[in-house]
């Protein structure tokens, strides 16, 4: 059987979630302060999260969303973060990323994000990571700044949520980018097996 694949860090870990992450998934992401940025949520009963998590497998193996829990030293989940929108031929996926709100403002998104970098660069063979991000959630317009990503302009009415339809600022980042910045200084460990939907062809 293939190994799960996991990606450490000096604090945290990315993995597959299970069944056992619902209820504090749930907790988290019932605020809709958490939620807030995206076209899901807040949660309002634990068999969402659930759902999710029972829906992940399928998702990573289609090649349509490679996706994790970011767990803590202690291998509880303090948000997910996923790879979204592949493109093999293109060598490019766009990052989703969300935080409890207990977590918010303690470095815990760089990390994660770090882990996730050298995953995509690494054995995924990735050529460009993404982003999209709302022109007024300006706390992760100056993240993804600060680690490293180029804002290429706005995106007008690229995404509908709850009925209404919102402008997104465009991040990326290059692996030459991601060679010389603070994200590939992180330690990182990758063990288990890649999926093989997500794997580009060798250069």
Not at 127 to 135: F, K, M, P, S, T
């Amino acid at each position: 059987m293939p190994e799960d694949l996991t990606v450490t860090g000096p604090q945290l870990s990315l993995r597959y979630p299970v069944a056992q992450d619902a209820p504090r998934l749930f907790e988290l992401a019932a605020d809709p302060e958490v939620t807030k940025p995206f076209a899901w949520g807040p949660y309002e009963k634990q068999e969402q999260a659930a759902d999710w998590i029972a829906s992940t497998a399928r998702s990573r193996g289609d090649g349509d969303a490679l996706e994790f829990v970011i767990a803590d030293a202690a291998d509880q989940p303090v948000g997910a973060i996923s790879l979204l929108e592949l493109s093999r031929r293109d060598r490019r996926a766009v990052i989703g990323i969300w935080l409890g709100r207990p977590y918010w403002g303690a470095g815990i998104g760089d990390e994660a994000q770090a882990l996730l970098a050298h995953l995509a660069f690494g054995p995924l063979r990735l050529e460009r990571l993404g982003a999209w991000v709302d022109v007024k959630n300006q706390h992760s317009q100056r993240a993804f700044e600060r680690l490293g990503f180029t804002n290429e302009g706005v995106l007008r009415s690229f995404q509908r949520h709850y009925g209404r339809a919102h402008d997104l600022i465009a991040y990326s980042l290059l692996r030459e980018e991601f060679e010389h910045s603070t994200l590939a200084a992180v330690a990182v460990q990758i063990s288990g097996d890649s999926p093989p939907a997500w794997v580009c062809d060798p250069w």
